[in-house]
C-alpha cells in the first residue's frame, strides 16, 4: 500500500470508524488481525503488519468465519485488549509524507478515569509494525520485534528511519493510488485483491508440491532402475562364468597355469582354439571351477530377481508420468480439488456422514451389471481408481486389474457376499482388460482378487497398489454383449 492509498483509506476510516468502541480481538496470524468495532453489515478492521505485503483495510465477514480462524491471542492482542477494551476511537490520523496511520482512542479505566492511547500502524514494508502508545506517544507494546531509533519499547514513537535512496512517498512500487473498480469502497477493492492474491499463491504453492511428489517419486525410482542395473552389471554375464567353469573342468589333465592364469583348450568351439582365463593362483583347478559355478548361480539369479523388479519398477515409473500427465493438466486447468487430493490436503475434513455421500454421489467410475446382475464399477482416471478401490469397494468385493499394464481399477459390488458366478468374473476381466493400455492386444491377463488382500503402499501415488494374494485369468479386451452399460 503506497501513500496515497493510505490517505484515502483513512478518509475511509474517518467517516465508518470514528466514534465506535474498541472490540474483540480475532488473532488470524502472528502479525495479522481483524478488530471489531461493532460495525454495521458485519464489517471489522483488518491489519496485517507482514513485511512482504502490510496492509490495512475493512474487511467483511461472518463472525463465526472469524472466530474459527481466530487463534490463540498473542501478548501484544491481550495487552490491546487491557488498555482499548470499549475504548471510543477519536480521530485518525495519517503522519505527512508516512505510510502510518494513528489511531487516537479515549479509554476509561474501572475507577472512572479517562486515557488517552493511540495505535500507530506503520505500513512501510520490512519495518511495518503495530504500535500501542502512551498519550505522550511512548511506545507501550509493539506487535513484532524491530529495532531503530523511536521503535523501542520505553522510547517515544516516531517512524521509521528511510534509507537515502529510498523515495518518501512511493511503496510497492506506485505512486499512484489503488483503484476502486466496481466496487463500492476502497477497501472491498483491496480486499478482493489481497484475497485473490493470497489463492493465487496458495494455488502455486500446491501446484509446487503437486510436481515436486510426482517428479521426486520418478526420480526415486529412476534411481533405483540405475542401481538394479549396476548390480546386474556388477555380477557379470552368468553363461560366461558356467562356460568358465566348464572349460576348466574339461581341461583338468592338461591346463597349463602360469601365475594367476590358466591357458585351457576350449572343446566347445569348433575351431578348437586355446583361451586364457584369470583364476586366484593360490586356488586348485578344482577350485576355481566351483568358484566360476557360484559365480554364475548368483549371477542366473540376480538376474531373473533384478529383472522381475526392473519390469515393475518400470511399470510404476509409467505410471507415475501418467500422474505427471494428469497433474499437468489439472494445473492447467486450475482443478484445485485434485490437487489438494494428490498432495494429500486434509485441512477440509467433513463429517463422515459427507464422506457416505461423497462416496454414495461418486462419478469417478464407469457403471456397468454382469449377466449375473452384479454391479461392475471401472475406475476413470488414477485419482478415481483410488477412490474406487480405498473408499468405495468393500473387503469382500471383487478386485481386477490387467496385468502389467497401466488401466482401470475394476470393481465388483458383493453386497450379499456371494461367490461370485465364473461369467461376471470373465466379464469384469474383460473389461478390465478393455480400459486398459493393453487394449489392442488379442489376449491380457488380469489379475483378480478380494479387496481385502488390495493394499496401498507407503508414499505411493494414486492408482498405485500391492496384492497379497491374486490369481490370473486370460481374456479377450471387450465389453461383452451380455453387459449392461449403465454409464
Excluded: C
Excluded at 9 to 14: H, S
Excluded at 461 to 485: D, H, M, Q, R, W
Amino acid at each position: 500500500m503506497n501513500e496515497k492509498t493510505i490517505e484515502q483509506i483513512r478518509r475511509e476510516f474517518e467517516k465508518t470508524l470514528v466514534g465506535q468502541k474498541f472490540g474483540k480481538i480475532f488473532t488470524l496470524s502472528r502479525l495479522t488481525m481483524a478488530i471489531d468495532f461493532r460495525l454495521a453489515e458485519s464489517l471489522f478492521l483488518f491489519i496485517s503488519v507482514e513485511s512482504a505485503a502490510p496492509r490495512i483495510y475493512l474487511i467483511k465477514r461472518r463472525l463465526r468465519d472469524l472466530e474459527k480462524q481466530s487463534g490463540n491471542p498473542h501478548p501484544f492482542a491481550l495487552y490491546l485488549k487491557k488498555r482499548l477494551s470499549n475504548a471510543v476511537l477519536q480521530a485518525v490520523e495519517k503522519i505527512a509524507h508516512e505510510r502510518i496511520l494513528i489511531f487516537h482512542f479515549i479509554a476509561h479505566t474501572e475507577l472512572g478515569e479517562t486515557e488517552n492511547y493511540s495505535l500507530a500502524a506503520q505500513m512501510t514494508g520490512r519495518s511495518a509494525n503495530l504500535f500501542l502508545l502512551d498519550k505522550n506517544s511512548f511506545i507501550l507494546d509493539k506487535m513484532r520485534e524491530t529495532f531503530g531509533i523511536g521503535q523501542e519499547v520505553g522510547g517515544k514513537y516516531s517512524a521509521p528511519l528511510r534509507k537515502k535512496s529510498e523515495p518518501p512517498a512511493v511503496a510497492d512500487g506506485l505512486d499512484a493510488a489503488f483503484t476502486i473498480g466496481n466496487f463500492q469502497t476502497l477497501s472491498e477493492s483491496l480486499d478482493n485483491f489481497y484475497l485473490e492474491k493470497e489463492a493465487e499463491k496458495l494455488f502455486r504453492n500446491r501446484t509446487k508440491s503437486a510436481e515436486n511428489k510426482v517428479k521426486q517419486e520418478i526420480a526415486k525410482r529412476e534411481k533405483l532402475v540405475k542401481k538394479l542395473k549396476q548390480d546386474l552389471e556388477n555380477h557379470g554375464d552368468a553363461e560366461k562364468w558356467k562356460r568358465s567353469g566348464d572349460l576348466i573342468l574339461a581341461n583338468l589333465a592338461d591346463a597349463v597355469r602360469i601365475d594367476n592364469k590358466v591357458l585351457v583348450v576350449d572343446y566347445f568351439d569348433e575351431n578348437v582354439p586355446t583361451l586364457e582365463i584369470e583364476i586366484d593362483e593360490n586356488d586348485s583347478l578344482t577350485q576355481t571351477a566351483e568358484k566360476f559355478f557360484r559365480r554364475y548361480t548368483k549371477a542366473r539369479n540376480a538376474k531373473e530377481e533384478i529383472s522381475k523388479r526392473l519390469k515393475d519398477l518400470e511399470l510404476q515409473i509409467t505410471d507415475f508420468k501418467q500422474q505427471k500427465a494428469e497433474v499437468d493438466k489439472a494445473i492447467l486447468e486450475r482443478d484445485e480439488d485434485f490437487l489438494n487430493e494428490f498432495i494429500g490436503d486434509k485441512s477440509d475434513k467433513s463429517p463422515k456422514k459427507s464422506k457416505d455421500k461423497k462416496i454414495e454421489s461418486f462419478t469417478g467410475a464407469r457403471r456397468f451389471t454382469s449377466s449375473d446382475d452384479f454391479e461392475i464399477l471401472v475406475g476413470k482416471a488414477s485419482k478415481d481408481n483410488d477412490f474406487l478401490t480405498f473408499r468405495v469397494a468393500k473387503s469382500l468385493d471383487l478386485w481386477l486389474h490387467a496385468a502389467d499394464y497401466p488401466g482401470s481399477h475394476v470393481v465388483v459390488r458383493n453386497p450379499n457376499r456371494k461367490e461370485i458366478p465364473q461369467n461376471t468374473l470373465l466379464e469384469a476381466a474383460q473389461l478390465a482388460a478393455f480400459y486398459s493400455t493393453a487394449r489392442q492386444q488379442p489376449k491380457v491377463a488380469v489379475h483378480y482378487t478380494q479387496k481385502k488382500f488390495v493394499n496401498k503402499p507407503k508414499g505411493a501415488a494414486l492408482g498405485l497398489v500391492s496384492l497379497s494374494s491374486f490369481k490370473t485369468i486370460l481374456v479377450e479386451p471387450k465389453i461383452s454383449e451380455e453387459v449392461k452399460n449403465e454409464k
